[in-house]
């Protein structure tokens, strides 16, 4: 049995306490509301120009499947050929391990700032903690992440990390937190923004001698990279510095370029609504004066093999990051993606944050009951993760409370026989009597303990006067 992850991917509120604190706020519902039906509606548009999207949705599943299926032949071809490209692959069990890596090659390069393009993977693994523990600065390059890191924040979504802040909170921010901004053209515009942005950090890029990237996709045919990104940020990171660092989870892995010629149809449509992403950038190990001279890859697993090892629940891995479950769940639209406490918010998050910690790692076994199950998220997948499906897999087999087991327990045994079941039911509808005299509309706004946790968010209708076996025989 593979070893569990860690990280920031264990939740240290219960789902249901730190949702309530976010309904609480409905400037951030307005804002989640706006962003996630502008871009659901893009996708949707452009989905629809294709007649072959639910094949392309398979061909996805199905490579990535294969891929799980020989992960560990595939990771030993990706690391030979990246070997022999010239860069450096290390592999890393969980998230501690990760960190210890690249800071240790951070410090070896005598640099005390890093470049940082967007990565899943090392916000996963608590990479900017680390760093600045060990007195490395690190710079955030997306925009949005580089909002979230000056309004210090953490990312709501996976794709728009600022999306719970509109243009008018993120010009405060700027202006409150960005080194040298000149207040007098800093308006809340777009261009305004982005030129206040473009600013700040292209000193940096200019200087920096060390960047850490992720990957949206590694061949492991030729041992390549690949990013694919709107800004072109990423870009700079990936080309100008002397060393680059990729920590890139152990699923990334796709066997060879026409099989990442799916995912490059796939991701843009499901993420941003576009035909083709604007900038991919594609790196095999080292090209002598060209690019970063120093290329090290850290395959990251932190719970991913654990995850292989469940035969439903290895599906979840097929995920490419693309949001577009998030952005149709009714739940996230309301909560954002705080509530769920991991960097995996909506319903990939439900499903794979406890997956990769084990369900008894924090709070991460309330985050499968984070879903009404409406399937939306299944609907809008472009790799048909059967969301819903793994969200009762993780119920099912999830811990519960000994309370509700003890309950459980009761239950069966009154079920499983009918006179018990007859008996028990005659019971309660005389403990009810009482009740159904007074209370004229049938329902209970409040249960007593432990049954509360019922009545928190719907009434609890009183038994019938009569059985329908009863009723039946008195007509
Ligand atoms: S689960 Fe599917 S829809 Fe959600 S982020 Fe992953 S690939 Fe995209």
Same mark, same amino acid.
């Given at each position: 049995? =593979?070893?569990? *992850?860690?990280?920031?991917?264990?939740?240290?509120?219960?789902?249901?306490?730190?949702?309530?604190?976010?309904?609480?706020?409905?400037?951030?519902?307005?804002?989640?509301?706006?962003?996630? +039906? %502008?871009?659901?509606?893009?996708?949707?548009?452009?989905?629809?120009?294709?007649?072959?999207?639910?094949?392309?949705?398979?061909?996805?599943?199905? @490579?990535?499947?294969?891929?799980?299926?020989?992960?560990?032949?595939? &990771?030993?071809?990706?690391?030979?050929?990246?070997?022999?490209?010239?860069?450096?692959? +290390?592999?890393?069990?969980?998230?501690?391990?990760?960190?210890?890596?690249?800071?240790?090659?951070?410090?070896?390069?005598?640099?005390?700032?890093?470049?940082?393009?967007?990565?899943?993977?090392?916000?996963?693994?608590?990479?900017?903690?680390? /760093?600045?523990?060990?007195?490395?600065?690190?710079?955030?390059?997306?925009?949005?992440?580089?909002?979230?890191?000056?309004?210090?924040?953490?990312?709501?979504?996976?794709?728009?990390?600022?999306? +719970?802040?509109?243009?008018?909170?993120?010009?405060? @921010?700027?202006?409150?937190?960005?080194?040298?901004?000149? /207040?007098?053209?800093?308006?809340?515009?777009?261009?305004?923004?982005?030129?206040?942005?473009?600013?700040?950090?292209?000193?940096?890029?200019? %200087?920096?001698?060390?960047?850490?990237?992720?990957?949206?996709?590694?061949?492991?045919?030729?041992? =390549?990279?690949?990013?694919?990104? !709107?800004?072109?940020?990423?870009?700079?990171?990936?080309? /100008?510095?002397?060393?680059?660092?990729?920590?890139?989870?152990?699923?990334? /892995?796709?066997?060879?370029?026409?099989?990442?010629?799916?995912?490059?149809?796939?991701? #843009?449509?499901?993420? %941003?609504?576009?035909?083709?992403?604007?900038?991919?950038?594609?790196?095999?190990?080292?090209?002598?004066?060209?690019?970063?001279?120093?290329?090290?890859?850290?395959?990251?697993?932190?719970?991913?093999?654990?995850?292989?090892?469940?035969?439903?629940?290895?599906?979840?891995?097929?995920? @490419?990051?693309?949001?577009?479950?998030?952005?149709?769940?009714?739940?996230?639209?309301?909560?954002?993606?705080?509530?769920?406490?991991?960097?995996?918010? *909506? #319903?990939?998050?439900?499903?794979?944050?406890?997956?990769?910690?084990?369900?008894?790692? *924090?709070?991460?076994?309330?985050?499968?009951?984070?879903?009404?199950?409406? *399937?939306?998220?299944?609907?809008?997948?472009?790799?048909?993760?059967?969301?819903?499906?793994?969200?009762? +897999? &993780?119920?099912?087999?999830?811990?519960?409370?000994?309370?509700?087991?003890?309950?459980?327990?009761?239950?069966?045994?009154?079920?499983? !026989?009918?006179?018990?079941?007859?008996?028990?039911?005659?019971?309660?509808?005389?403990?009810?009597?009482?009740?159904?005299?007074?209370?004229?509309?049938?329902? &209970?706004?409040?249960?007593?303990?432990?049954?509360?946790?019922?009545?928190? =968010?719907?009434?609890?209708?009183?038994?019938?006067?009569?059985?329908?076996?009863?009723?039946?025989?008195?007509?």
């Amino acid at each position: 049995m =593979s070893g569990h *992850g860690d990280g920031h991917i264990v939740a240290h509120r219960p789902f249901p306490a730190a949702a309530t604190v976010e309904l609480g706020k409905p400037q951030l519902r307005e804002n989640l509301r706006n962003a996630t +039906h %502008t871009i659901r509606d893009k996708r949707l548009r452009l989905v629809a120009e294709r007649d072959d999207w639910e094949e392309l949705r398979a061909s996805g599943a199905r @490579i990535k499947d294969g891929v799980l299926a020989r992960l560990p032949e595939l &990771l030993d071809q990706f690391t030979e050929a990246a070997t022999a490209a010239g860069a450096v692959v +290390h592999r890393a069990a969980d998230a501690e391990q990760a960190c210890a890596i690249v800071t240790d090659l951070v410090r070896a390069t005598g640099e005390t700032e890093v470049l940082k393009v967007k990565s899943m993977a090392t916000q996963e693994i608590a990479l900017n903690e680390a /760093l600045t523990a060990a007195g490395i600065e690190p710079v955030e390059t997306d925009l949005a992440e580089l909002i979230v890191q000056l309004a210090g924040d953490t990312p709501s979504h996976i794709l728009v990390p600022a999306i +719970h802040y509109n243009r008018a909170q993120i010009r405060d @921010i700027f202006a409150r937190q960005m080194p040298g901004v000149d /207040l007098s053209t800093l308006t809340d515009d777009p261009p305004a923004l982005a030129e206040a942005a473009r600013r700040h950090l292209r000193q940096k890029f200019l %200087t920096a001698r060390v960047a850490v990237s992720g990957a949206n996709f590694a061949v492991a045919e030729t041992g =390549s990279l690949v990013v694919v990104e !709107s800004e072109g940020n990423g870009r700079m990171c990936l080309t /100008l510095p002397e060393t680059l660092i990729s920590v890139v989870g152990i699923e990334k /892995l796709v066997p060879n370029f026409q099989d990442l010629a799916v995912f490059l149809e796939l991701l #843009p449509r499901s993420s %941003t609504g576009e035909r083709m992403n604007p900038y991919t950038t594609v790196w095999s190990g080292v090209t002598p004066g060209d690019g970063p001279q120093q290329v090290h890859i850290v395959l990251l697993d932190n719970g991913r093999s654990a995850v292989r090892d469940d035969p439903v629940g290895r599906q979840a891995l097929r995920c @490419i990051r693309c949001s577009a479950c998030l952005n149709v769940c009714p739940v996230y639209e309301r909560v954002g993606g705080h509530a769920y406490g991991s960097v995996y918010p *909506g #319903p990939i998050g439900a499903i794979l944050s406890p997956q990769l910690t084990g369900q008894a790692a *924090g709070a991460n076994r309330t985050l499968p009951y984070a879903s009404t199950l409406c *399937g939306a998220c299944f609907d809008a997948c472009p790799v048909r993760i059967n969301i819903p499906e793994l969200l009762i +897999h &993780l119920r099912q087999t999830g811990p519960k409370p000994a309370g509700e087991r003890a309950a459980m327990r009761a239950a069966a045994q009154v079920m499983r !026989s009918p006179r018990r079941y007859r008996s028990a039911l005659r019971s309660l509808r005389w403990a009810a009597a009482p009740l159904r005299w007074t209370n004229r509309r049938g329902r &209970l706004r409040r249960l007593p303990w432990p049954l509360s946790g019922w009545t928190a =968010s719907r009434d609890a209708p009183l038994p019938p006067g009569a059985s329908f076996r009863q009723w039946w025989a008195d007509r």
